[in-house]
């Protein structure tokens, strides 16, 4: 455990990613689709850009400190939210500084810019609390506890570089996965990070996932991994939901991991209009008993549908098998 000669904020600094906007030659201008990203991962894929002859690309941030208690024990002034994006490979160091929002310095916003040219893989992005301590200034008195992972080339947004999902057979497998034999797959959120894990009973299902087989079978694998991609949305929202930290007056409060990550881009779905605490209270006093927690479940499912952008992939997958018949009457 790291000590440090003066007082430092107990509470979380989270930080996430919310808009990725890319620029190429002749100032052409592209933002990155919502798949380019993972608030669960933590990892922007700046590879999956429609065009490979982008030039920068400028990262939308929102910060959220523990103001609460900075404001409470006055240990801190001058206090500067800073967004620090680096690579060992190439020695590049970006710093940004982000603005405070209206509700009195717990979130912080704004942008830091990326130059491909500077970048060979990929560069940590961290988020830092400076501010004056005891008369000394530009002290860093808080950091996003993980990084955030910006792949230059990486098409799918995934830490580890490979998809966290399992296959194996449910009829043989742990007793738990012998009661749900009959499900092509189920999300497990019971670890770290949540995993899918795909059943090999069903004949035909991991090979439709894995891209193998003809073109009608290509397009439906795409919609089966849209559907299993709005299945882990939904599951992560409902885990991060149902075991919320809560303060002495019952204000529910936002986990510093992924699943505060996960809440923040979904609850503007499920309960629009709101701020985001707001909506995390009304959420919650639901869940918990006070007002109709079924009539919510549309609008989760609705969330979870649009991230996993399985709208746009279903009309795809129909557009694309309808020409396949018609090319086979020709």
């Given at each position: 455990m790291k000590v440090y000669p003066y007082p430092r904020p107990v509470g979380a600094v989270t930080a996430r990613v919310t808009a990725v906007r890319l620029r190429g030659p002749g100032d052409s201008r592209e933002q990155l689709d919502t798949k380019g990203y993972s608030v669960v991962e933590r990892v922007v894929a700046l590879g999956r850009a429609e065009r490979d002859d982008w030039q920068t690309?400028?990262?939308?941030?929102?910060?959220?400190?523990?103001?609460?208690?900075?404001?409470?024990?006055?240990?801190?002034?001058?206090?500067?939210?800073?967004?620090v994006l680096?690579?060992?490979?190439?020695?590049?160091?970006?710093?940004?500084?982000?603005?405070?929002?209206?509700?009195?310095?717990?979130?912080?916003?704004?942008?830091?810019?990326?130059?491909?040219?500077?970048h060979l893989d990929r560069a940590s992005l961290m988020v830092h609390v400076v501010a004056t301590v005891g008369g000394v200034e530009g002290r860093i008195v808080a950091s996003t506890d993980l990084e955030w992972l910006i792949d230059v080339t990486a098409e799918v947004p995934l830490r580890d570089r490979e998809l966290d999902v399992s296959t194996v057979s449910f009829s043989r497998g742990a007793e738990w996965l012998r009661s749900l034999r009959d499900a092509p797959w189920i999300v497990d959120t019971a670890g770290r990070m949540p995993t899918v894990r795909l059943n090999?009973?069903?004949?035909?299902?991991?090979?439709?996932?894995?891209?193998?087989?003809?073109?009608?079978?290509?397009?439906?694998?795409?919609?089966?991994?849209?559907?299993?991609?709005?299945?882990?949305?939904?599951?992560?929202?409902?885990t991060a939901i149902g075991d919320l930290d809560v303060e002495d007056d019952g204000t529910p409060l936002f986990p510093p991991d992924w699943r505060g990550a996960v809440l923040r881009e979904m609850?503007?779905?499920?309960?629009p209009g709101r701020s985001a605490e707001e909506a995390l209270r009304e959420v919650h006093t639901r869940?918990?008993?006070?007002?109709?927690?079924?009539?919510?479940?549309?609008?989760?499912?609705?969330?979870?549908?649009?991230?996993?952008?399985?709208?746009?992939?279903?009309?795809?997958?129909?557009?694309?098998?309808?020409?396949?018949?018609?090319?086979?009457r020709a």
């Open positions: 690309a400028r990262l939308s941030l929102t910060a959220e400190l523990p103001a609460r208690e900075i404001e409470k024990k006055g240990h801190w002034t001058d206090v500067a939210v800073v967004a680096t690579e060992g490979a190439t020695n590049v160091r970006t710093v940004a500084r982000l603005a405070p929002g209206v509700e009195g310095g717990k979130e912080w916003t704004g942008e830091i810019g990326l130059d491909r040219d500077d090999s009973d069903f004949e035909g299902l991991v090979a439709l996932v894995e891209g193998r087989g003809s073109k009608v079978e290509s397009v439906v694998g795409e919609m089966l991994l849209a559907q299993m991609c709005a299945d882990v949305w939904t599951a992560v929202f409902h609850l503007p779905d499920i309960v869940r918990t008993g006070e007002g109709s927690w079924t009539d919510l479940q549309p609008r989760i499912q609705y969330a979870a549908a649009r991230r996993a952008e399985v709208p746009q992939t279903l009309a795809g997958t129909v557009r694309e098998i309808e020409r396949l018949d018609q090319e086979t």
